[in-house]
């Protein structure tokens, strides 16, 4: 039984949501700073690709059970306390982080803290910023903030903890240094943060928080679900993977061009997202039987993954193997940032209102089964080279255009 408390209407400052989406920069710097530590931790440490890369893929595994919990939670208790659980964990994580140099424990341990942080901040924050936005914005403007504030720090945090840890003092400790300014500055400003949900709720363990919602609709199963992981299987190959196979190339910056190839990845994929927006807006982008965005995304995801498969065949360029990582990276934050628009743009139209939070946060965590891939091509690399792992991703890639394609045609 919940007893129910209602609070008097919320007036938000006009700038209101601005703190919240600052949050969000703060958890989304902390989630990918994490990139060109991972070939600091395989130059200085002797840790393998493929256990560098299973723990950064191990930030998914603390994201899901985030993702899942945190969003109808905050449904229940309010966005302030979750999201503000949420920067106080992404700091925690961060000094775990800094421990890093002493084992791998603390670096998995880190990153799970992590996932746990921004899988909170990613359901219960994007909601918190839409709804400070309704008030004095157009319509789709809150989504559209939330997105941006994470991805800046997507962006941003890899390129600062890239120059950090190439140039700056005390590499295992200094790139983590300014994620945790920055998240102590979202911290008290979320103090005056005005909270939005009117309902509080102390029957917050009641057996709704934990239900998945939208797996009885049938596009959604058939459609969405088999794209998502492609999203940040599209991101993290272009992040990880192939700054790993091409870094050696330029050993004098190679860190730094580590934080550069997730940078212009994150970037490219928050570039395209206002095209992608106004495809999905368009008579022909609303046609559910012919979803343009499906196949523009995933056309790029695979036109990019043989980009890469030619790039890791080039072995002899040099330095400009690394610079044509760089130009197959925009072509993944192209896809990436496309099926992102695509999938959320999807579930909004599908979701009844009382299960849009539940069905976002299903379709998010099927995303972020793609950070496994950077690992999966790693522990392969005794079975086939890296040219001909990735012509196989490209062909898988190609089979889920083809299946998702008819499945639409199904359910449209």
């Known amino acids: 039984m919940t007893n129910t408390v209602v609070q008097p209407p919320v007036r938000p400052h006009r700038q209101a949501w601005a703190r919240a989406a600052l949050a969000l920069t703060a958890i989304g710097w902390g989630a990918n700073q994490f ?8 130059e200085r440490m002797g840790v393998s690709a493929s ?3 299973a723990i950064f893929g191990l930030y998914a595994a603390g994201l899901v059970p985030g993702l899942l919990i ?19 964990l992404s700091m925690l994580s961060g000094v775990v982080l800094m421990l890093g140099s002493h084992g791998l424990a603390w670096l998995s341990t880190g990153r799970v803290l992590m996932g746990v942080a921004s899988g909170a901040a990613f359901s219960a924050g994007s ?14 403007a809150g989504a559209r903030r939330a997105s941006i504030a994470m991805t800046v720090g997507f962006g941003i945090g890899p390129l600062v903890a890239g120059v950090l840890v190439q140039w700056g003092p005390a590499a295992y400790e200094a790139p983590y240094i300014p994620q945790l300014i920055l998240a102590a ?36 199963v058939g459609v969405l679900l088999p794209m998502a992981p492609w999203v940040f299987a599209a991101a993290t190959i272009a992040m990880v993977y192939l700054p790993g196979l091409t870094a050696g190339h330029v050993k004098g910056i190679s860190l730094v061009y580590a934080g550069t190839a997730a940078t212009v990845t994150a970037m490219s994929g928050v570039l395209i997202q206002p095209y992608a927006r106004r495809i ?12 343009r965005l499906l196949t523009l995304g995933l056309c790029l995801v695979t036109l990019g993954t043989l980009t890469d498969a030619g790039v890791a065949a080039l072995t002899g360029l040099g330095a400009g193997q690394a610079i044509l990582t760089l130009a197959a990276a925009v072509i993944m934050g192209f896809g990436y940032g496309v099926l992102l628009v695509f999938g959320l743009a999807e579930v909004q139209r599908l979701a009844p209102p009382e299960d849009l939070a539940g069905m976002t946060a299903v379709f998010q965590a099927f995303t972020y089964l793609g950070f496994a891939a950077p690992y999966v091509l790693s522990a392969l690399k005794n079975v086939a080279s890296p040219s001909t792992l990735l012509l196989a991703v490209a062909a ?10 008819r499945n639409a045609r199904r359910t449209g």
């Open 185 to 220: 500055t979202a911290l008290a400003l979320l103090a005056r943060t005005p909270e939005t949900v009117q309902r509080w709720q102390s029957g917050i363990l009641g057996s709704g928080l934990l239900r998945l919602r939208g797996f009885g609709d049938r596009r959604f």
């Open 70 to 88: 945190a969003g109808p939670l905050s449904d229940r208790i309010g966005r302030r306390p979750v999201v503000t659980f949420a920067v106080l």
């Open 127 to 140: 909601a918190w910023v839409k709804e400070l936005s309704a008030a004095n914005a157009v319509a789709g």
């Open 35 to 42: 990139a060109p530590m991972v070939l600091l931790y395989r």
């Open 396 to 405: 898988l890639g190609a089979l889920t255009l083809v299946v998702t394609l």
């Open 51 to 53: 256990a560098a890369e």
């Open 280 to 291: 999905a807006a368009s008579p022909a982008g609303r046609n559910p039987s012919r979803p």
